[in-house]
């Protein structure tokens, strides 16, 4: 049977990091996606406000994360992904960008190898809207072959994911939203590095917004999806709420039967990971462990179906 | 107080009961499974009838008030109560024909009738009914219970419905006031009569759209002591069947979670003879001195900021956390008044201090 995680934002940091990681195991989860990107926040990248957790050394940021595998090891759970700050790549922020990727990046690589995280999740750079998915394309493997080697070094693989670009009050399909695109960038990196160390995150979500089929999807990846990001939202903004709440029958909201038939085809053997943290905010606080349990229950009935799926 | 839920065909009964609902209110014409949620453990608490099924082109049908009083009888059967659907029925005067024609079975009955704000759904566009609006239902409800000389009718707050309108919920609370016997509770986005699960309707990373915590707040000020109905019946058609006990847990999670927080406050706060000592001297205490501070004034504050330590806030002294170990532990009622509750916590974990959370997003 799949194992069923959940990322550790909206937990973690705000939790004392023992409690948090208890917390996720309490409430029945196997697996967790570190969200390091709570350390360096998107809303502050893209405002251009960059703070400094990341200029510390690799040596004191592996002090820090020591609690981290501490705590993990203490409460019997373990990472199956780990999401590295993001955007890496802001067009017309030349410092913020170099900073990105030749400090926070390679940081964040050693960091997965130190917490045993197999896969981290980086967004490529996204760039078709302004320039064409040509130029998209040439930048993107321009930097992320150059991290090969310390890839290989620290056995840490980077999945690429399916993304979308705000367009004033539109969302847009982005790099990776379309899976040809994904599969030339995961088979044209491990070209280069000889073996695979670039995967796939399906992110179930991003999929509603730019009307995707989940099965066409999963089966044109099939092996290179290495991980997930499971949410679900009202099909125009994306929410990252929990699935099953949007709509009022089965005919509505995603169609998980899709995504359940996909992942048995392709014999998905990764962890049904929810990304649903605004679900941390929207609820109560006093209610956040019954909303963990409710997502890990949802997550258990997946992890059936596609057991089941003929 | 209770909480209770809305029957929907396909539902899993013994994952629902089991999850702590066992009171279901019911359609009247779904009355036939009535059996099987008796036969299940649970309790006939309710049963609805709609308002539309009354009419026909905007008039009374001949049977009308038959149909209410059969409807009437059943619910006098179950010792339940009777709350009208007011959905798609535009005048309130065809409520009061229905009425004024069965004053006598209504007396003679212990049924309680509560009326619940509808609108008319013209094409997909919502518009607001007779019954759509707080002080018309508190005006309608006065007039039934005066014609039917007693004092059996009351309101059911219906928010989904409601915020399809745009319509103030807080002030519809207030203006009901203990005439509310019933909360139906449930959510949708302003565009469709979802009945969805409370909280999950948001906008970017997690920012609600609906303002539950006032709401409750609000109703938690007016001393409602009646029911709150969990109707939501997309939530369950949606969900798959073996996933109905999870979402039974976390509506009675978000009762509990209700009635702890926020209805038991003040009989946290009275405990007799206790130091009340918050622990923040910011905007979150703040918001205690709004709402409680004249009744429950704390004895002190303590906030880790050393600069403010030593100081007053709205007259009460500021002190330094470890002043709270000089309060002997009988005598302390400490409550953590500032947004970092993990962290704080943690500190009076480690102190040994026992503790309640202030959750201000009730009393904004």
């Known amino acids: 049977m799949l194992k069923v995680g959940v990322q550790t934002k909206g937990i973690l940091p705000d939790m004392p990091v023992d409690k948090g990681f208890q917390f996720i195991k309490d409430a029945g989860f196997e697996k967790v996606d570190l969200s390091i990107d709570t350390f360096l926040k998107n809303s502050d990248l893209y405002a251009g406000n960059v703070n400094r957790f990341f200029d510390a050394s690799v040596e004191d940021l592996l002090v820090y994360f020591n609690d981290y595998r501490i705590a993990m090891e203490k409460a019997g759970i373990s990472p199956s992904q780990m999401h590295a700050p993001y955007p890496v790549n802001v067009l017309g922020r030349g410092k913020q960008n170099e900073y990105m990727q030749g400090n926070v990046i390679p940081k964040n690589i050693v960091i997965a190898e130190f917490l045993g995280v197999p896969w981290m999740v980086v967004h490529p750079f996204k760039m078709q809207y302004v320039y064409g998915k040509d130029v998209e394309r040439a930048k993107n ?19 690429f994911e399916n993304l979308y670009e705000g367009i004033g009050q539109r969302l847009v399909e982005g790099v990776c939203a379309d899976p040809d695109d994904a599969i030339w960038y995961l088979d044209t990196l491990n070209d280069y590095a000889g073996e695979e160390l670039f995967g796939f995150c399906l992110d179930t979500g ?18 290179r999806l290495k991980v997930l990001h499971i949410h679900e939202n009202d099909a125009i903004g994306d929410l990252h709420q929990m699935p099953y709440t949007f709509g009022t029958n089965e005919s509505e909201g995603q169609v998980w039967d899709r995504i359940y038939k996909g992942l048995k085809h392709i014999k998905f053997d990764g962890t049904l990971s929810f990304e649903t943290f605004p679900t941390m905010n929207s609820f109560p606080k006093g209610m956040s462990a019954s909303v963990l349990k409710t997502i890990c229950s949802i997550g258990e009935y997946m992890a059936e179906r596609i057991e089941n799926e003929d | 107080m209770k909480s209770g839920i809305k029957y929907v065909d396909g539902m899993d009964l013994h994952g629902v009961i089991k999850a702590g609902l066992e009171d279901f209110e019911l359609d009247y014409t779904g009355c036939k499974s009535a059996d099987m949620i008796l036969e299940n453990g649970g309790n006939i608490d309710g049963i609805a009838i709609s308002l539309c099924d009354f009419t026909d082109k905007g008039f009374l049908k001949e049977n009308a008030s038959q149909i209410f009083k059969d409807a009437m009888s059943v619910a006098d059967r179950y010792n339940a109560y009777i709350v009208i659907d007011t959905e798609n029925v535009k005048k309130a005067s065809v409520l009061e024909q229905i009425i004024d024609e069965c004053v006598n079975e209504i007396a003679a009955s212990d049924v309680n009738v509560f009326i619940e704000n509808g609108y008319t759904n013209d094409n997909g566009r919502f518009y607001h009914n007779d019954y759509s609006e707080g002080s018309r239902l508190v005006e309608l409800t006065d007039k039934l219970n005066l014609l039917a000389g007693c004092d059996k009718f009351g309101i059911c707050i219906n928010v989904g419905h409601a915020n399809l309108l745009g319509i103030n919920v807080r002030d519809m609370v207030r203006v009901c006031g ?3 016997g019933i909360m139906h509770i449930n959510d949708n986005d302003g565009k469709g009569d979802y009945h969805q699960m409370p909280y999950t309707f948001t906008t970017g990373r997690g920012l609600l759209s609906t303002d539950w915590g006032n709401i409750i707040g609000d109703l938690s000020r007016t001393g409602f002591d009646g029911r709150f109905v969990f109707n939501v019946e997309g939530t369950f058609k949606r969900t798959p069947a073996k996933l109905h006990k999870s979402m039974a847990e976390l509506l009675e999670a978000m009762y509990e979670e209700w009635i702890e927080s926020c209805f038991k406050t003040e009989e946290y706060l009275a405990a007799d003879g206790k130091k009340i000592i918050l622990f923040g001297a910011g905007r979150m205490a703040l918001n205690y001195m709004q709402n409680w501070g004249d009744k429950y004034p704390p004895a002190f504050l303590v906030d880790n900021n050393s600069e403010i330590q030593g100081q007053e806030r709205w007259g009460i002294p500021v002190k330094s956390p470890d002043e709270i170990l000089n309060v002997p532990e009988s005598e302390r009622n400490v409550w953590i008044c500032n947004m970092y509750y993990d962290a704080i916590g943690a500190q009076l974990d480690s102190m040994g201090v026992e503790y309640r959370c202030y959750w201000d997003h009730y009393y904004m």
Request: aromatic share 10%.
């Open chain 1, 141 to 159: 493997i321009e930097y992320f072959k150059m991290l090969i080697p310390l890839l290989k070094q620290c056995n840490v693989g980077i999945c």
């Open chain 1, 206 to 223: 991003h999929l509603q917004l730019v009307k995707r089929d989940p099965y066409e999807f999963i089966t044109k990846l099939g092996s």
């Open chain 2, 178 to 180: 203990k005439k509310t």
